[in-house]
């Protein structure tokens, strides 16, 4: 490993602090170097706040040694204006010379105007440096802006005979088939992705309310199918604990006059976005065009079966996580039939969780 590579390994790193607050903005990192010592770091603020080269530039204790220093950062610094003023500003205003980029940006805005505008005030570059790390680093930010869709997850638990959903049930909530320590994971999951979608007949069945109660972080926006207009007014999903997207064939304004509690929500807690769902078509790629109109570049699809494969028969997911529990239902709602590449297999005390990737 070269001495760009460290660096840029480090700014990876840091960068993740960002997951989960960023979006949909990337969750950049950035370090500053001089002689061979780091001095400044930072990274990407929640949205709305300052970027990673910001945060770096104002870590430095002593701002007349940046002139010497060397500012290494995963994606190329954005040159235009947008929540905040460019980050090309602040690198040219402090006589940074040198700065080692891991990936150039691909986003319209931004797209090498970044890099042209340094070196054009004498600002030495390094493009290029742990591109594929760097590149899988901002996986959901390329897929949003290369794919224009959000990037897909999709999740479920099943049996250790195949079944998703017991063929009956006593009460309206869920039937739990993993321990507890799996579900607490799958809550810091919703807490690092941008939005989470669910299927009419889960939230019939569930009335799940699609929060990270049992992980610190803030809740995803909840997506929800509603082709038919089948939910009543008072789901959780309704509530005003995250703003909810309704997708359905009828055109509505608003289906509760209840306001968010969140005041950074600028909306009511759910806008229902009209659909006139085509079945000759790609409906799955139907609804990320929809999710893509409202900036969100990452999803996990937590259910049910019908919405799942619907996903995976188009070929529109990136990740599938899914756990296998020692239960057994013996009848009931079969688990979602995938084929993608094995990425990891773990074991959460009695429960195991397969990672997979879309190839």
């Known amino acids: 490993m070269n001495i760009h590579e460290k660096y840029i390994k480090r700014c990876i790193e840091i960068g993740k602090n960002g997951l989960g607050t960023t979006a949909p903005n990337p969750m950049v990192g950035c370090v500053i170097v001089h002689g061979q010592m780091i001095i400044g770091e930072g990274f990407t603020s929640p949205y709305g706040g300052a970027h990673a080269e910001v945060n770096a530039i104002n870590s430095v204790k002593n701002p007349s040694l940046l002139p010497k220093s060397t500012l290494y950062v995963t994606l190329e610094p954005c040159s235009h204006f947008g929540k905040t003023p460019p980050c090309t500003n602040a690198i040219i205003k402090f006589k940074i010379p040198k700065v080692v980029i891991g990936t150039t940006d691909t986003h319209s805005a931004v797209a090498g105007k970044g890099i042209e505008k340094l070196k054009a005030s004498g600002c030495e570059i390094i493009v290029g440096v ?32 195949g079944f998703i959903a017991p063929s009956s049930r006593d009460e309206q909530k869920p039937v739990w088939i993993t321990n507890q320590s799996s579900r607490q994971l799958v809550h810091k999951w919703r807490a690092e992705e941008q939005a989470i979608l669910v299927g009419t007949n889960t939230v019939i069945e569930d009335n799940p309310s699609l929060t990270t109660r049992d992980w610190y972080g803030r809740n995803p926006i909840r997506i929800v199918l509603d082709k038919n207009s089948r939910l009543s007014i008072d ?24 306001e968010p509690d969140n005041l950074e929500l600028t909306c009511q807690s759910v806008i229902t976005e009209y659909l006139k769902w085509d079945f000759k078509d790609k409906i799955a790629h139907q609804i990320c065009t929809i999710l893509f109109k409202h900036d969100i570049n990452s999803v996990i699809i937590e ?40 990425l990891s297999e773990e074991k959460i005390i009695n429960d195991t969780l397969k990672l997979y990737t879309n190839d």
């Open 303 to 342: 259910g049910g079966r019908q919405t799942l494969q619907t996903f995976i028969d188009e070929n529109c997911w990136d990740e599938a996580r899914v756990f296998k529990s020692t239960a057994n239902f013996i009848t009931g709602t079969k688990a979602p039939h995938i084929s993608g590449r094995l």
């Open 235 to 258: 789901v959780a999903v309704f509530d005003a604990k995250a703003k909810t997207i309704r997708i359905s064939e009828k055109q509505e304004e608003c289906i509760t006059e209840t």
């Open 130 to 161: 742990l591109e594929d790390e760097v590149k899988a680093h901002h996986k959901r930010f390329f897929t949003f802006h290369n794919k224009k869709r959000p990037y897909i997850i999709l999740k479920w638990a099943e049996t250790a005979d």
